[in-house]
């Protein structure tokens, strides 16, 4: 559990919206380590490859437009129970259902423009990061935060 890592990516709409800091101060605070980050205008080819799973949805082709339409901020944060409570800090997908205090629910208010990506589970977190981050631009290193986050 120590090294498990989650894929976590701004869309255009958190970026256009100026919550790039807001949002990372939130992963930040809470003690996670940032390992990667950088900002990315995915294709629409690559952003059908990362919604692989909803490709019978309805909403698919907007949502893989709407992905590639600009600038996205892709991160990996790692800790432990990160891939399970960075979804808790995200809150609900539909931000109408989304708690107050989660990023959705305190920033986002329709499902179409909910501003932030987290992986779903351990399986997912493995293949998004896969996707988004070539193995060299995952950085090891010792936060030196670490003794004071885990004791
Ligand atoms: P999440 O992003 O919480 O993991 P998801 O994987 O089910 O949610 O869907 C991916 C994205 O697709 C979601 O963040 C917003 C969009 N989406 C989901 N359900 C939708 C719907 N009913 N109408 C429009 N967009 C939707
Ligand atoms: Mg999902």
């Given at each position: 559990?120590?090294?498990?890592?989650?894929?976590?990516?701004i869309k255009p709409d958190g970026?256009?919206?100026?919550?790039?800091?807001?949002?990372?101060?939130?992963?930040?605070?809470?003690?996670?380590?940032?390992?990667?980050?950088?900002?990315?205008?995915?294709?629409?080819?690559?952003?059908?490859?990362?919604?692989?799973?909803?490709?019978?949805?309805?909403?698919?082709?907007?949502?893989?437009?709407?992905?590639?339409?600009?600038?996205?901020?892709?991160?990996?944060?790692?800790?432990?129970?990160?891939?399970?409570?960075?979804?808790?800090?995200?809150?609900?997908?539909?931000?109408?259902?989304?708690?107050?205090?989660?990023?959705?629910?305190?920033?986002?208010?329709?499902?179409?423009?909910n501003i932030i990506h987290g992986?779903?589970?351990?399986?997912?977190?493995?293949?998004?990061?896969?996707?988004?981050?070539?193995?060299?631009?995952?950085?090891?290193?010792?936060?030196?935060?670490?003794?004071?986050?885990?004791?």
């Open positions: 559990a120590e090294l498990e890592r989650t894929f976590i990516a970026v256009q919206r100026g919550l790039i800091s807001e949002i990372v101060s939130r992963f930040e605070r809470k003690g996670y380590k940032l390992v990667a980050i950088k900002l990315v205008v995915p294709s629409k080819e690559f952003a059908e490859q990362h919604y692989a799973d909803l490709k019978e949805r309805p909403f698919f082709n907007g949502l893989c437009e709407f992905l590639s339409s600009g600038p996205v901020l892709a991160m990996v944060w790692e800790g432990q129970g990160v891939i399970k409570y960075g979804r808790k800090l995200i809150g609900a997908t539909d931000p109408q259902n989304s708690e107050p205090g989660t990023i959705r629910g305190d920033l986002a208010i329709i499902v179409g423009r992986s779903d589970g351990p399986q997912t977190a493995k293949d998004e990061i896969d996707l988004w981050f070539k193995p060299e631009e995952l950085i090891n290193y010792a936060h030196n935060s670490e003794n004071w986050v885990y004791g």
